[in-house]
């Protein structure tokens, strides 16, 4: 401002010509600053200051994460939770090309089995899309197909597969479609293989990351908060009648709902198959686990008294018969869907909207105990060990502990099954993922 005034002032006393040359170069540049500024808006992450641009401290969606390069992938499938890892993956690697994952569609049944209901779902039918991105900000993005500029320019990237491809392999391809020419391209579109059998490149803590950024729909989870509400009800009228639960060195008395316990119940006939096998290829017998050994683990879980509630979750289109309820000792209460009386909300449902529901119920159950090989019960395990870890919790291997987690296809302590916190420092998710009975209690 203090050059514009000298040069006005300057005409009026009639500068010289370089003067007045000096002069015009300043107004025709302070002229295109003005129009850059009222025409051209600035880029996300950057602030307009008198005319200057500052980069911004905190960009709306964090550093390496562009909105302007998007990650397309396959439609996503199987269970529920292996989809969750699935699209966790894709998360990781548009996040390591520095792309926005476009929102994948999910499978709202289980492919090998509803062949004929397989049919996708938006993940936005299913997981809080806003929520997600508020969650995840700075670290992974979505993004919608509406975000695209320019649909025609698609770069395919096909997945290799087989013995020869490795993980060294696969790390570079991604490398190297994240520069040069490769990078240019609007969108990169996945080809090949469902992403949770890509290869694994990152820890733990960056999939669990990502875990922590799903949050069910409104419906959904008002379905599951209502299953919930059923169970605790069932525990507030038991505690009216007197009676009550308690564990070791805790005499006060019970005025509350009792606690319950939410046993991942894997006997269905498609589970007894895999896990015979995988027992023989892996020459262990901590696998498979009959009704019998389940009911007697879960009635010796150390500190445990009864009366105690019982919430079975198993899918009961591949039980082979009913017979789940039987054979629990005094002092155990066990409910499943129709003894419950909420089989009618899980029947509204596809296969994997009723998953998440009672991944919910297990989630958010007092004691859960399930199996180490399941990839439902490595990810409630997976959660309820970072809840433990925002709780400032040392010593997650102590009996009186809130949200403890067991294994009843390991022994434990007087033939009960075993503490499960899950290792948060693993370098990838394989253990999790296809299951281990190295677990850290």
Known sequence: MEVL?????????????????????????????ILRALLVPPSPGVEWSNLVYIKSQSPSFG?????????????IVWGLNNQKIAFARACLTARMMNRTLLMPNLSASLFYKEIDLLQPISFDKVFQFDKFNALCSGFVQLGRYSD???QTQVLEMQKGSGRKWTVERDL???????????DEHEVIRIVGKNPFLWHDHWPVKDYAKVFECLVLIHEIGQEADR?????????????RNGESMELENDDKPNSQPLPYVAVHMRVEIDWMIHCKNLEQRLNTNQICSSKKEIIERVGNIKGLKTPSVV?????????????????WGEGFLPFEKKKLGVDKIYKKYPYLIQSAIDYEV?????????????TFS???????????????????????IRWPSYAYNIQGELNGPMRWVSNMSHSTLQEISYGTNHISC
Do not use: W
Not at 316 to 326: A, V
């Open 227 to 239: 299953v919930v509400s059923k169970i605790r009800a069932i525990g507030r009228d038991i505690g």
């Open 5 to 33: 005034f000298n040069c006005k002032l300057s005409q009026l006393m009639g500068g010289g010509t370089v003067r007045s040359l000096a002069c015009k170069c300043v107004f025709l540049l302070v002229a295109v600053l």
């Open 378 to 400: 490595s990810l409630i395990a997976l959660e309820r060990t970072q809840k433990m870890i925002r709780m400032g919790v040392n010593n997650m291997c102590e009996t009186n």
């Open 63 to 75: 550093v390496g994460v562009r909105q302007g390069k998007f990650l397309e992938v396959p439609q």
């Open 362 to 374: 297990c989630l958010r159950a007092d004691i859960f105990v399930g199996n180490s090989f399941s």
């Open 311 to 327: 919430y079975l979750a198993v899918a009961d289109k591949l039980l082979q018969n009913s017979s789940i309820l039987e054979g």
């Open 148 to 150: 695209l500029l320019n």
């Open 172 to 182: 570079d391809q991604l490398r190297q479609h994240s520069k040069g020419d490769f």
